[in-house]
């Protein structure tokens, strides 16, 4: 069963513009939450984390939010440039367990 | 960029015979571990390593074995291979292993079973 789902797999937006991504979990035990991007014929590089302690994360142009209740995270980019056009993968972590989303391929438009 | 290889990049092999992928760290991280990353299910963990000789089973285990007689290497065998086993497997290593865990990943192999 998946424990992490982006049931968004393609978002495209405009350059300038606010990116949304989105990721829910089942377990509750996880305590920290991930995204990592991911550029074709590379491997996932780690962009930004949230502990479980906290409801938002910014780091740039980049925040992640976490809502607990809801075992809902999400990865806004602001403003989007067309070099984020990547993969995004949200994880989530419990001890050494870290279980994957499937991932959402997101497209800058300039 | 952690310094993380892994060989070979590409690999096409028979169903039936034994493949093995390498991952080398020059990072000296205590913990490697190894994906596979499939359409529709992200990454998904097949075995770790905790130390020299240490290694314990993932989410998707079966029909895959490791060994890390050295800090430096990690390999991944497949004793016989199978089409269900076409992927692209990650290798990762961490500092970490609890609480705050970004891994560092290496570049991929992408394996394919006829």
């Known amino acids: 069963d998946q424990q992490v789902k982006q049931n968004s797999p393609s978002l495209s937006v405009q350059e300038g513009r606010i990116s949304i991504l989105n990721c829910d979990y089942t377990?509750?035990?996880?305590?920290?939450f991930l995204w990592y991007k991911k550029y074709p014929a590379e491997g996932p590089t780690f962009l930004i984390s949230?502990?479980?302690?906290?409801d938002k994360n910014e780091d740039g142009r980049f925040t992640v939010f976490l809502n607990k209740s809801a075992k809902h995270l999400s990865l806004h980019i602001v403003p989007s440039q067309p070099g984020d056009s990547a993969v995004y993968f949200c994880?989530?972590?419990?001890?050494?367990?870290?279980?994957f989303g499937a991932g959402t391929r997101l497209t800058v438009k300039p | 960029d952690a310094g993380i290889t892994q060989s070979p990049r590409h690999k096409v092999t028979e169903t039936g015979t034994p493949v093995t992928l390498r991952c080398h760290q020059t990072?000296?991280?205590?913990?490697m571990y190894w994906y596979r990353q499939d359409p529709g299910h992200g990454l998904r963990l097949i075995h770790y390593?905790?130390?020299?000789?240490?290694?314990d089973k993932g989410e998707v285990s079966d029909g895959y074995s490791v060994s890390r007689s050295k800090t430096e290497d990690f390999l991944l065998t497949l004793e016989s291979a199978t089409s269900s086993q076409t992927s692209v497997y990650f290798c990762?290593?961490?500092?970490?292993?609890?609480?705050?865990?970004?891994?560092?990943f290496g570049p991929g192999t992408r394996l394919t079973v006829l």
């Open positions: 990072e000296n991280h205590r913990y």
């Open positions: 990762a290593i961490s500092e970490s292993h609890e609480g705050y865990n970004e891994q560092f």
């Open positions: 949230i502990s479980s302690i906290k």
């Open positions: 390593s905790y130390g020299v000789k240490d290694t």
């Open positions: 377990n509750s035990m996880f305590d920290y």
């Open positions: 994880a989530a972590s419990e001890v050494w367990d870290m279980r």
